[in-house]
């Protein structure tokens, strides 16, 4: 795969990754397609459950085995497939080419070594560098994500941080190689609102600075709103829609996306309505209904959603959807649709 031609840095192609548990098979990913453009910053949303995070683990082949396994599909990055590439040779993309930031720092961090050993250690895989020169590496990646008095701190522990300023050595961990791709999967969980807003823009400016792509997972649209370009709206395991920004915050065309529109405060307009949730809950993914999983907690839903799972489809360019309703009104637009 040649990045430079088609401007895609990565593409998944119907991903799926079960867990195989006592009770049932729970399908925490099932079919997951989408691309990743070079330098952009695509978000992944969703209620708990979706499996946004199980789907950002099974790109970096993450999965706990047993009882988790990829059973098919294809992630593919600079023309391979890591899903087939070897353990050893994919140790090359971990954290060097692709790097992860999780949403609780105080667990991703060992506490019984200093901040400056972890971030060194991240450093010593991937480059062949002296000691002296690590260690300068290692104190201008805490200068990047503004942490003061670096060369005092990298012999810091992890419990000696605030929640912010260890998510700040997360994203230093994560950039110390200048990946081409940052999953950050909800890296302001934790963080009160104001800490939030300065992670987020030193992940922006990081990203200007390294020139990489960013895949930002979250339930905060707020965050999707201001900082991605395209947007993947995920339920029960499945992709729902896929689109710009714009189209998914103005032009939803899902009845899930729809109600997640609904379900948040909106500072953009001057009538401000009550807050509509979602009615019912997230299905077992042990025992989905059939047809159109969305369907039981949807108004919207017509007859052949009882009967058949909707293909997520094209329905304008630029736009994909997977919900019948969505055809129907649609129709004179699509082509090939039964």
């Known amino acids: 795969?040649?990045?430079?031609?088609?401007?895609?840095?990565?593409?998944?192609?119907?991903?799926?990754t079960f867990f195989y548990t006592d009770a049932g098979v729970v399908?925490?990913?099932?079919?997951?397609?989408?691309?990743?453009?070079?330098?952009?910053?695509?978000?992944?949303?969703?209620?708990t459950g979706s499996g946004k995070s199980v789907t950002a683990l099974s790109i970096l082949r993450l999965i706990p085995q047993p009882p988790g396994k990829i059973v098919d599909g294809e992630i593919l990055f600079d023309g391979k497939d890591l899903l087939k590439v070897s353990n050893r040779e994919l140790q090359n993309y971990r954290g060097n080419r692709i790097?992860?930031?999780?949403?609780?720092?105080?667990?991703?961090?060992?506490?019984?070594?200093t901040i400056g050993n972890q971030i060194m250690e991240s450093i010593t895989i991937h480059r062949k560098l002296k000691k002296k020169d690590i260690i300068k590496e290692s104190l201008k990646l805490l200068e990047m994500v503004e942490i003061p008095e670096p060369m005092k701190r990298l012999n810091n522990y992890p419990h000696e941080f605030s929640g912010g300023m260890r998510q700040r050595v997360m994203i230093a961990m994560a950039i110390a190689n200048s990946p081409s791709i940052l999953i950050a999967d909800e890296p302001t969980t934790a963080l009160d609102?104001?800490?939030?807003?300065?992670?987020?823009?030193?992940?922006?400016?990081?990203?200007?600075?390294?020139?990489?792509?960013?895949?930002?997972?979250?339930h905060d649209l707020g965050v999707v709103a201001k900082y991605a370009?395209?947007?993947m709206v995920m339920y029960a395991g499945k992709p729902v829609e896929f689109s710009t920004v714009n189209n998914i915050f103005y032009r939803p065309l899902h009845p899930y996306t729809m109600g997640l529109m609904e379900?948040?405060?909106?500072?953009?307009?001057?009538?401000?309505?009550?807050?509509?949730?979602?009615?019912?809950?997230?299905?077992?993914?042990?025992?989905?209904?059939?047809?159109?999983?969305?369907?039981?907690?949807?108004?919207?839903?017509?007859?052949?959603?009882?009967?058949?799972?909707?293909?997520?489809?094209?329905?304008?360019?630029?736009?994909?959807?997977?919900?019948?309703?969505?055809?129907?009104?649609?129709?004179g637009n699509l082509k090939n649709i039964d």
């Open 1 to 16: 795969m040649d990045i430079s031609k088609n401007n895609k840095i990565l593409e998944v192609k119907n991903l799926k």
């Open 229 to 231: 370009s395209r947007v």
């Open 27 to 47: 399908k925490a990913v099932d079919g997951i397609s989408f691309d990743l453009k070079f330098g952009e910053t695509l978000g992944i949303v969703g209620e």
């Open 99 to 113: 790097s992860m930031i999780f949403q609780d720092p105080m667990t991703s961090l060992n506490p019984v070594y």
């Open 263 to 331: 379900s948040i405060t909106r500072l953009d307009e001057e009538k401000k309505e009550e807050l509509k949730p979602i009615k019912g809950s997230p299905p077992s993914l042990m025992d989905l209904p059939e047809g159109c999983i969305f369907r039981v907690r949807c108004k919207y839903a017509i007859d052949k959603c009882r009967k058949k799972y909707p293909p997520l489809i094209e329905a304008i360019k630029g736009h994909k959807v997977a919900c019948h309703r969505a055809y129907e009104f649609l129709k």
């Open 193 to 218: 609102v104001t800490i939030q807003a300065q992670i987020l823009e030193l992940m922006e400016s990081v990203k200007i600075k390294t020139n990489s792509s960013i895949i930002i997972i979250t």
